[in-house]
């Protein structure tokens, strides 16, 4: 049985097996003498006080109190009910009756009234939970790479497209498909799945970025950081750097990344020359995680000094060293020419290390990962997530940060906007310290986050069993439509046109 067909039939099981128990049905005759518990549900998932999209998939939870028979009622102010009577703790709302409410109901509320009764004894009634509904929709795809924690010894791994309206999951490239090797770091431009890249890692076909643009799909060989593609689709930026894996001693996660050189560079695409951009192509700084502003006209990116200069003495105390500030250069497409280097938020201001810098598409809001030190929060447990209001920065000639409200005290990293600006995912490890898994929060338009919720799944317990995890969830408007084999036939591809890199002699002329 292929795995596709073994995946529809696990999950038409699943759904048989779960749905058994479950009557739609008034409720019981006695539910108006319920005894009141005076407390909210305990829930799994953590589906109380949240904001949640018009378009997501049902909320299915998991009622944690004692019982043998559990009722449930969902209602807004506007449309019908939807009640659920069942002997399983596990509540599983039926989708279509759940998107009627929602739209129904869409910038108000839903609230959802849960009883339970242990044998025949009284029902117990529990505080009702209210959740907003949102009046903007989140984009209708998150993409994600899913991979065994123990990033070292990892074999299997893929990229995979999500529908959130629904449950429906579908891998869009897998590494069995081309000797087990690494894809990674997917980006797509604006949000559209018509336009994307994929770095690909491989010792048997050669590294290459994959690039997907108007249904075509091509391997350019060469070795790229991350990359950061320019709103208007004609140039990309890179990180240029050598990652090393380096462990410590004693904490949770012993593992960390430490990169020994970065410069960034930049290319067209069709001419695949790699250019240095001036200032920031020497080895006194590290440069990593560029990003562009939504117009085009600034890169930012994270830079610190580099404490590697002398490679006699490479050691996790100057690792520790290594703080990156924000920072940020200005480009005129039209006539090829970059702008001096300019710090938007220097370490010296805050004390953290900054990564992953993300803004939204209406160019308001830089979000970014804030770590003690380094540039590779996945793996560090104070990983909190900042964020700057980059117009009154702009208007004040001051950008400040602050602490966000969706942070845990677990790690939060990779984040996404979604193409309206009132949505982000990212990556969380708050449900356990082992494994990210993918978050939504709503995003006011003052800058304000709500209570994140993670991305609902059809069976309640579908985290519990998983021993993968998320990385890079991305918001995209639709899916990728580029079926798998093109993607596999151009990374296997022995005739493919390498990235022209500059003459390593070439100095950086900034420096003269």
Known sequence: MKAGLQSKFAHTLLAIMLASSIELRAGPANLEGAVPANQSPRIKPDYQGVTIPPNIAPLNFAIEEAGTSFFVRL?????????????????????????????????????IDVYAQAG???WKRYTTITN????????????????????????????????????NEKPFLENNRFANDCCHC??????DPNTATVVIRSSHYQNSLLVISNGVAEAIKGSVGFIAWHPTGQVMASSFSKPRLMLHSARNDMRDIAELEGWLGYFVLGTDVVKKIPGLSDNARLRTFPFWAPDGRYLYFCSAPN????????????????????????YDLEHDQWGEPELVLPVSATGFSVAQPRISPDGRWIFFCAIPYGCWPTYDSSSDIYGIDLVAGQASGKFTARKLELNSSECESWLSWSSNSRWVV???????????RPHISYVSPNGQCSKPFILPQEDPDFYDSLLKTFTIPTLAKGPISVPEWKLVDAIKHSERRPLKMPMAQVSDPAQH
């Open 426 to 436: 990212f990556s969380s490890k708050r449900v356990s310290p082992l494994f990210n």
């Open 307 to 330: 404490p590697w200069t002398n490679m006699t003495t490479i050691t996790a105390t100057s690792h520790t060293l290594s703080k990156y500030d924000l920072m940020r250069v200005s």
């Open 186 to 191: 997917h980006l797509l431009r604006n949000n």
């Open 132 to 167: 907003s509904i949102a009046a903007e929709e989140i984009d209708p795809v998150m993409i994600y790479r899913k991979i065994h924690p123990a990033h070292s010894t990892w074999s299997s791994m893929g990229l995979y497209q999500r529908e959130l309206a629904s449950f």
């Open 120 to 122: 025949n004894a009284e």
């Open 75 to 111: 209602h807004g102010k506007a449309g019908e009910p939807v009640e659920i009577s069942t002997h399983n703790s596990k509540i599983l709302i039926p989708e279509k009756a759940w998107h009627q409410l929602l739209s129904l109901n869409r910038g108000g509320s839903i609230e």
